[in-house]
């Protein structure tokens, strides 16, 4: 429908559906706890023919237009794989189909990029031996890997093994917010031309120039981060990126039934509907069917 924007679709802001599921089960340290997770899944339903990762994949149906809602599983940190990665093969079978390596902190993979203000996020090493056989392995399967949390030399480690297009979930540019988490000018260039994607996170902490977890910047802010990914690198590699799970979230935009008003922001900045659908929806759709081909 016109007045939402493209907001409709079953597969609005692939980041929040996914990222918001896993961060949000307590003790998911290892693989045994996530072999928990997956049982308790099943006991409600959700077996793995009726999880995107594999449904909507093998069916081919195309997401737009599908009448279902719909989640991705998905790993903020790759703790529950183990590092010879002798249990990735079952868990792909099971539904995964996106992991972000680190969160920010160390693990057997990679290094995570810890929070700080004012810092670049050249902070720490990059991929370990295991954390290049994951890329590797993730590259055969086809399963997203999310560079979000990741330290700037784990970036560039994934930049040169990953013939996938290169994902940020959940990261703003560090130009206007010089947030360890945010992404360098040379970073948002390397995800435009792999083909790749930035999801704009809501999180107030990695907003402003000033830093800081204010609740009360405004929703221009979030557009404003949109404004120069989209000029820098095109329209293309850009969405909505989430993280209502843990962050300081505007009290302007609140929850996931606020991302109306961040489409209103958009359409006040010049934005038209098809490019406020392809922020909500579109461009992730194209990199999830490039990366899950």
């Known amino acids: 429908m016109k007045e939402t924007f493209g907001l409709n679709s079953a597969a609005t802001s692939f980041p929040y559906l996914a990222q ?8 998911v340290n290892d693989a045994e706890d996530f072999q928990d ?28 237009s599908c009448q279902m809602l719909a989640a991705i599983l998905h790993l ?15 868990l792909y079978e099971r539904g995964l189909r996106s992991i972000g390596l ?28 295991a954390g290049r056989r994951l890329v590797a392995e993730c590259n055969r399967l086809g399963i997203l890997i999310d560079l979000a949390h990741l330290s700037e030399r784990g970036f560039w480690d994934v930049a040169a093994a990953s013939a996938a297009p290169l994902v940020a979930s959940h990261s703003n540019a560090y130009a206007l917010s010089a947030n360890s988490r945010n992404l360098t000018d040379a970073q948002l260039d390397e995800i435009g ?33 949109v404004d120069y990914v989209a000029a820098r690198i095109g329209i293309d590699h850009v969405g909505f990126g989430s993280d209502f ?49």
């Open 193 to 225: 031309r792999s083909g790749g994607i930035v999801g704009v996170t809501y999180h107030a902490g990695m907003l402003t120039k000033a830093g800081g977890l204010d609740p009360n910047v405004p929703l221009a802010r979030v557009v404003d981060h």
């Open 245 to 293: 799970d843990g962050a300081t979230v505007p009290t302007e935009l609140g929850d996931a039934s606020g991302l109306q008003r961040v489409a209103a922001s958009l359409r006040d900045r010049g934005y038209g509907d098809d490019e406020v659908a392809k922020l909500a929806h579109g461009n992730w759709l194209r990199v999830l069917d490039e990366t899950w081909a």
């Open 37 to 64: 997770v997956l049982k308790a899944m099943a006991t409600i339903g959700m077996n793995d023919q009726e999880r995107v990762g594999g449904r909507l994949q093998r069916d081919g149906c195309q997401w737009a």
């Open 76 to 90: 903020e940190g790759a703790e529950p794989i183990e590092p010879e990665l002798g249990n990735l093969a079952e």
């Open 102 to 129: 680190v969160w920010s902190r160390p693990n057997a993979f990679a290094e995570g990029v810890p929070f700080r203000f004012p810092s670049t996020p050249d902070i720490g090493d990059g991929l370990t031996g």
């Open 20 to 27: 918001s599921g896993c961060t949000s089960i307590d003790g």
